[in-house]
Structures are given as structure tokens and as C-alpha cells.
């Protein structure tokens, strides 16, 4: 159990930096982030708000509660008194739920073949360094073509899609499967050949 306040800021944060899928340590992550969470929940932490919390500038002002809640919502949890109260227990399942890991799993040229609700199907080709391009959509708002960025994906979670470029749009955040989550199919760059020739 968590049982400090540090404690549970600390698990707060990395609960966070799970769900956004990487670690955040940059002006522009922490914009990403901000704009990230507001499109999840609907609640509004800014950008120097969140540099703070992490310690990327100096911090004297305790976080206010409405903030934490924010967080806590986005990383998944009813609340962050949920995630204190229970942390260790509440976050074992994002461990061993099956994942993704992008950078580490996936080489360029490599494929993911995505399925969400209701009925909708997206093939994307990896390019590396966390960049994907849509090769296939059926049923979605996704284009062939447009491109976004995303490190991690998890079984049965919503996928969270930064920096999308669609069409003639400012690159845009985007949540695939933000009710029911995502299921994933990996398809190395020899088996998309040949379901794409299929």
C-alpha cells in the first residue's frame, strides 16, 4: 500500500506516464500530455500545471485535488484516492496486461493490424522511432495515409495516437477504442506482405 503523500504523487505519475504510454520530460510531451488528458476526461490540467508535478521546474505549490483527480481519471483509477488507497493492488493488472512495447518489440516495415468497436479495422505500417502510417481503414475517422506517433499499445485499452496529421488538420490527438479499448495483431514485415497479396 501506498501510504505517503510523495508515495502516491510518485505512483500517481508513473500511472500516468503508463497510460500516455512513455515517460514525460519535455516542454512539448508535457503539452501533449495536457491536451491528452483533456480529450480523455474532459478536465483541464495546463501544461505548466503537469511541469510541475513532475519536477521539471521548481515546484512550491501543493497540488490541488481537482488536479490529481484529473490524473487519477486519466490513468484509469475512480479517483486519486482510489490510486492512494491501493496503488500497488489497483496497478498490478497494467503490469501483466498484454502489451506492446513498440520501440523494443517492432522493427520498420512491420505491421499492427488494430480491431475496436463497433466493426472498425485499421492496418498500420511501423516506421520507426515510434512513427506509424495507416496502410488500411474500415469503419474509422483514420485515413490511408495519415500518420501519428505511438510507443505503446495495450490489450484491451484505449489506444492514444499523438501528433496525427489527417488530411490538411494541425497534427491532433486521437483515442482509438476509447469505450471498450483495442486488440491488436502483429504482423511482421513478411506476414503484412503477404495478408496484404490475400
Not at 2 to 28: M, W, Y
Not at 64 to 81: H, I, K, W
Not at 108 to 136: F, I
Request: proline share 4%.
Amino acid at each position: 500500500m501506498v501510504t505517503s503523500e510523495k508515495d502516491s504523487i510518485a505512483a500517481l505519475r508513473r500511472a500516468v506516464e503508463q497510460r500516455f504510454g512513455h515517460g514525460v520530460n519535455s516542454p512539448s510531451e508535457f503539452k501533449r500530455l495536457s491536451q491528452a488528458i483533456e480529450q480523455q476526461t474532459g478536465s483541464t490540467v495546463s501544461t505548466s500545471t503537469l511541469m510541475r508535478l513532475w519536477g521539471y521546474v521548481s515546484n512550491q505549490v501543493k497540488p490541488n485535488l481537482t488536479t490529481l483527480n484529473a490524473l487519477a481519471a486519466y490513468a484509469g483509477y475512480l479517483d486519486y484516492a482510489s490510486l492512494a488507497n491501493g496503488a500497488d493492488e489497483d496497478g498490478s493488472d497494467e503490469v501483466v496486461t498484454p502489451h506492446l512495447n513498440v520501440d523494443e518489440e517492432l522493427r520498420a516495415r512491420d505491421h499492427v493490424l488494430l480491431h475496436w468497436q463497433p466493426g472498425r479495422e485499421c492496418l498500420m505500417r511501423y516506421m520507426g522511432n515510434g512513427q506509424w502510417v495507416v496502410e488500411r481503414s474500415e469503419h474509422t475517422k483514420l485515413a490511408v495515409g495519415d500518420t501519428f506517433t505511438c510507443h505503446l499499445i495495450i490489450q484491451g485499452h484505449p489506444l492514444y495516437l499523438d501528433n496525427l496529421v489527417h488530411k490538411s488538420m494541425p497534427p491532433r490527438c486521437y483515442v482509438c477504442g476509447q469505450r471498450n479499448g483495442v486488440q491488436y495483431e502483429v504482423l511482421k514485415a513478411e506476414e503484412a506482405c503477404d495478408n496484404e497479396n490475400k
